[in-house]
């Protein structure tokens, strides 16, 4: 029984990985739409593991790196190639470097959560999820791209640079909210999560995958504005402190 439960999260682990090399066949064939959706494929996949895990309670370590190796493949080394092929290739070798950089800093991203990870649960992540930032780039092809023109113009040109700006947020120390949990437990911690996710799915589902992309870009946007929050509020609580110190001062001078 014990072998049977850990083989069930293993399999859409698996699923995940071959959607990224799916992804890759696609690319190569210069048909990067069904690329892109190989890809959000592999993220659907890589929630239901670490779900099916938590039903069948066979979590384990073995899992958490099957899970990063795959992430390397379906997140990482699928969207490079994807960037490189569908535009940035006609930077000749700094679209190289560019386009290896969701692979390169992924892996960073990937090998810094195992080490920091302390059981398989957390409220947040440090840094963007490797999924997520494959996610965005996925988006966005999806809503811009064109099989007769293909980018335009306008968005071709952003393309570099939300290839850079994800890579850094991978590796960067801003927070960003986990997943909520499906149990009672989950739903009563994180109400608002929760809702947003439902809220988020249904528009998916409403508009065909139309609002993939602004979401992400609100998820995206959800990160920066915390640490702005969270950096103000450590600058008043730091005056306040300030202030009450010099009032202490004041009035043992006054006795």
């Known amino acids: 029984m014990k072998i049977t ?10 699923l995940n990985i071959f959607c990224g090399f799916l992804s890759i066949i696609e690319t190569s ?52 190639y994807l960037v490189y092929m569908i535009h940035l290739k006609a930077f000749e070798g700094p679209g ?20 920091q990870l302390v059981g398989h649960d957390k409220d947040y992540f440090k840094g963007l999820p490797i999924p997520a930032q494959a996610i965005t780039l996925c988006a966005f092809i ?32 801003i927070k960003y909210d986990t997943a909520p949990k499906f149990s009672r437990r989950g739903i009563a911690q994180h109400p608002w999560r929760f809702t947003f996710g439902i809220v988020a799915i249904t528009a998916i589902l409403v508009t065909k995958g ?7 870009v609100g998820y995206l946007a959800t990160g920066p504005i915390r640490s702005l929050v969270e950096f103000i509020r450590g600058i008043s609580s730091h005056q306040e402190k300030e202030n009450g110190q010099k009032d202490a001062e004041v009035s043992s001078i006054d006795v």
């Open 142 to 173: 999806l809503r811009y791209y064109n099989d007769a023109t293909g980018l335009p113009r306008l968005q071709a040109g952003l393309l570099a640079p939300m290839v850079i700006i994800l890579s850094l947020l991978m590796v960067s120390t």
């Open 29 to 80: 064939n210069g048909h990067f739409v069904q690329a892109s959706w190989f890809i959000v494929g592999a993220a659907l996949f890589d929630t239901l593991d670490g779900l099916m895990a938590r039903i069948t309670k066979s979590t384990s370590d073995f899992g958490v790196e099957l899970d990063s190796l795959c992430d390397v493949v379906s997140f990482g080394v699928a969207p490079s």
């Open 210 to 216: 139309d609002a993939l992309f602004p979401i992400f």
């Open 96 to 115: 190289v470097l560019i386009s290896a950089m969701p692979m390169m800093l992924g892996a960073i991203r990937l090998a810094r959560f195992n080490v």
């Open 5 to 14: 439960r850990a083989v069930v999260p293993s399999l859409f682990t698996i």
